[in-house]
């Protein structure tokens, strides 16, 4: 782990507003330790120049959201990775730049990030197992699909969405449309690399992935009691009890709150059997 690369992303999760592009190379560079975030920001900088002329001949929201995801997924040619969609490379911002490839929430930061540099009122949705982007005006909302070429989603495409994702009709909530900041974004990339680490026993870039998303949530209890559990799995009982410890602190009625005990009796005998 570099610590500059560290500091800084724990600087950045400290303050509002969080950066999101900045943030997004960041965690990346902790995987690409010579990655140049000043760059990467210029290459979007320069998609937004270049877009600029092309998005504001549209007369009005409808318009722009379709000049806009033509230039970035027709003409530049960014879609989503369906071939290798676990691919870590997908969730690191520097290589969705450079290879045109990406999951949701990648591609989403992307059409965020310049969207928003032209004018475009832009947010991002943490919709259930999918990122979508939301396009707001004075006439109402558009719901954007960066993975699928920018198509503009109706509810009933929503919907259908959500009933191919639970197996059955699913009511569609108000919150699965809230538009989300940059901490939550983050943290759902992180999640995302978690996930693919955890799935792959890659012990290491996994707590590195649960250390940054508690920088980003540090009352996210259910990824304090995750990263005791890989503590102790990693035989790091002092920082594993810790953990756990904290979460009984924050969480004491919480579902798992007697398994952590359990853990925090355990690990109390593992430290002093080392001290």
């Not at 540090?218 to 990263?227: D, G, N, Q």
């Amino acid at each position: 782990m570099n610590d500059d690369v560290r500091r800084e992303f724990t600087s950045i999760a400290s303050r509002e507003p969080v950066p999101l592009a900045r943030g997004a190379l960041l965690i990346a560079k902790e995987e690409y330790p010579t990655l140049d975030v000043e760059n990467y920001l210029e290459q979007i900088a320069a998609l937004a120049r270049d877009a600029e002329p092309i998005v504001r001949s549209g007369s009005d929201t409808v318009e722009r959201i379709q000049l806009l995801s033509q230039y970035l997924f027709e003409q530049k040619g960014f879609e989503g990775n369906r071939d290798d969609y676990s691919d870590p490379r997908n969730s690191f911002l520097n290589e969705v730049l450079e290879r045109r490839k990406g999951i949701p929430i990648t591609l989403s930061v992307i059409y965020l990030e310049v969207g928003r540099r032209l004018g475009i009122n832009l947010y991002g949705i943490s919709f259930p197992t999918h990122f979508l982007v939301k396009a707001v005006d004075d006439r109402g909302e558009l719901v954007i699909d960066p993975f699928f070429g920018g198509a503009i989603l109706s509810l009933e495409d929503i919907r259908a969405r959500l009933a191919q994702i639970y197996g059955q009709p699913v009511e569609l909530h108000p919150a699965m449309l809230k538009p989300v900041g940059a901490r939550t974004i983050l943290a759902r990339i992180l999640r995302n690399l978690k996930g693919i680490y955890l799935s792959t026993s890659d012990w290491n870039r996994a707590l590195s992935a649960l250390d940054r998303i508690l920088l980003l949530d540090p009352r996210s209890v259910e990824e304090l009691a995750e990263r005791g559990g890989l503590f102790e799995r990693l035989e790091c009982f002092q920082a594993a009890l810790d953990d756990f410890q904290s979460f009984l602190s924050i969480a004491p009625e919480h579902p798992g709150a007697d398994a952590a005990r359990e853990s925090v009796l355990r690990l109390v005998r593992q430290v002093a059997l080392i001290n």
